[in-house]
C-alpha cells in the first residue's frame, strides 16, 4: 500500500466502527490502537486503560527465547529436559503408556507441537478444567500443580509428529521455568529489564502476587455478562498470560518484536515459515514458532479484502497482529471470554479499513 486515501476521512470510518461494535451487549469493553508507520497513520479508541493481554504473554516469552537464543544460551533444538530436568518432564508426554517427554525440544514448547496436554482448557481427574474453575473461584496455582493437571491428561501425539499441533499454555509455563534456570532470574525481572524498560512501556506490567493490589487498576475480565474476579487466578498465569497491558503499549511491543528492536529479525523467518492449526479451527488463527497468523479465506471476507497478519491473540478477546506487507499495527481487546471469536470481524474490519487503497 503506498498511501491511505484521507486520514481525517479512515480515522471517521473507525471512529463509527468501533461506536458500533463497544455498543454492542456482548463486548466488555473496546479500546484499540491502530498505526501505519509507513504513512504515520495512527488512531485509537480509549487505548491508554490497562486490560490482561491473557496469551499474547506468549510473545513476551517468545522474545526472551529468542534473545537467549541469540545469546547462545540455547537453541530450537536444545531439549527441554537438558534445562528443567527429568522430575519437572516426567510423564508430560505419554503416548501408549511410553514416556517421551524426554524428547521435547525448546521449538516444540513454542510451537505447540510438543504433544504436551494444556492445562487450561482440558478437564483434568476432578472433571473440572482450569478455565472453567476460574469462572467458580479464585485461587493460586502453583507451577507444580498445573503440570500435574497437564500429566493427567491424555498426550495428543507424540513431541514433532509431523504436521500436528495442540495449543498448550502449558508449553509455555514449562518455558517460563527454563527462561528462569538458564538465567539465573525471575521471568518477572527478565520481563522488565529485557522488554518493558528498554522499550519504554510505561503502562506494561507483569501481573504477580506482588502486584495483587493493582488488580483494580486493570479493565475488569468479563464472561458472558459476569465479571470476574479473579486476581489470583491471574497472578499464577506470567509466561502463559499475566502481562497486563495498554493497546498503545502493545503496538510499540509488537513492532519492536517484528523489527529486530528485541532479537535479531533473522529468526523471524524461521519462526513463520509453517503454519499449523492448533485450535481446531475454532478461530481463524494458526500457530507458528512463538507466533500466530490471523488469516481468513477470501471467500469467508468477501467483499472485504483482509490480509494476512502475524501477532497473537489472548482468551478474554485481546488482539495483537500486524501486516508485514503493509507495515500495519493493530492491538485492542474487547475484554470478554464469550464468544470466543468476538474480536476477529472488527480485526479484519479495520485492517481491511486501513489497507484499501
Known amino acids: 500500500m503506498s498511501s491511505i ?30 498505526a501505519h508507520p509507513p504513512t504515520g497513520f495512527a488512531w485509537s479508541w480509549t487505548a491508554d ?5 491473557a496469551s499474547i504473554t506468549k510473545l513476551f516469552t517468545a522474545a526472551l ?10 537453541t530450537l533444538e536444545t531439549r527441554a529436559i537438558d534445562i528443567l530436568g527429568p522430575a519437572t518432564m516426567r510423564g508430560l508426554a505419554v503416548i501408549d503408556g511410553a514416556d517421551r517427554s524426554a524428547k521435547v525440544t525448546v521449538g516444540q514448547l513454542l510451537a505447540h507441537t510438543s504433544g504436551i496436554p494444556d492445562y487450561f482448557e482440558l478437564r483434568g481427574a476432578d472433571g473440572t478444567s482450569v478455565a472453567e474453575r476460574m469462572l467458580i473461584r ?3 496455582w502453583e507451577f507444580d500443580a498445573l503440570l500435574q493437571r497437564a500429566r493427567e491428561l491424555p498426550a495428543p501425539f507424540a513431541p514433532g509428529s509431523p504436521g500436528r499441533a495442540h495449543y498448550s499454555d502449558t508449553n509455555y509455563q514449562l518455558l517460563g521455568r527454563l527462561i528462569e534456570l538458564r538465567t539465573g532470574s525471575s521471568f518477572e525481572h527478565l520481563v522488565r529489564t529485557r522488554i518493558i524498560d528498554p522499550l519504554g512501556l510505561s503502562a506494561t ?28 487466578t491471574m ?8 502481562i497486563v497491558s495498554t493497546a498503545e503499549d502493545q503496538v510499540e511491543f509488537l513492532r519492536a518484536f517484528l523489527s529486530g528492536g528485541l532479537f535479531p529479525a533473522r529468526y523471524l523467518a524461521e519462526m513463520t515459515a509453517q503454519w499449523n ?6 478461530v481463524p488463527l494458526q500457530h507458528g514458532v512463538g507466533v500466530m497468523r490471523f488469516s481468513l479465506p477470501r471467500w469467508q471476507s468477501f467483499p472485504l479484502h483482509v490480509p494476512d497478519m502475524i501477532g497473537h491473540a489472548g482468551a478474554f478477546g485481546s488482539v495483537l497482529f500486524a501486516d508485514p506487507e503493509s507495515g500495519l499495527l493493530i492491538a485492542g481487546t474487547v475484554n470478554q ?15 481491511a479499513s486501513v489497507t484499501a487503497t
Open 277 to 282: 492449526s492448533a485450535l481446531g479451527g475454532a
Open 65 to 74: 527465547i529468542m534473545q537467549l537464543r541469540a545469546e547462545g544460551r540455547l
Open 49 to 53: 486503560r490497562p486490560y490482561f493481554v
Open 138 to 140: 479464585d485461587e493460586f
Open 235 to 242: 497472578a499464577s498465569f506470567a509466561p502463559d498470560g499475566g
Open 337 to 351: 471470554m464469550r464468544p470466543r471469536r468476538l474480536p476477529y470481524p472488527l480485526l479484519a474490519r479495520i485492517a
Open 5 to 34: 486515501r484521507s486520514s481525517g476521512d479512515l480515522s471517521r470510518r473507525l471512529d463509527r466502527l468501533a461506536g458500533r461494535y463497544a455498543r454492542r451487549p456482548a463486548v466488555g469493553w473496546l479500546s484499540l490502537a491502530v
Open 205 to 232: 506490567w507483569l501481573f504477580t502476587r506482588d502486584t495483587l493490589d493493582r488488580y483494580d487498576a486493570v479493565a475488569s475480565v468479563r464472561h458472558g455478562r459476569r465479571h470476574l474476579w479473579i486476581p489470583r
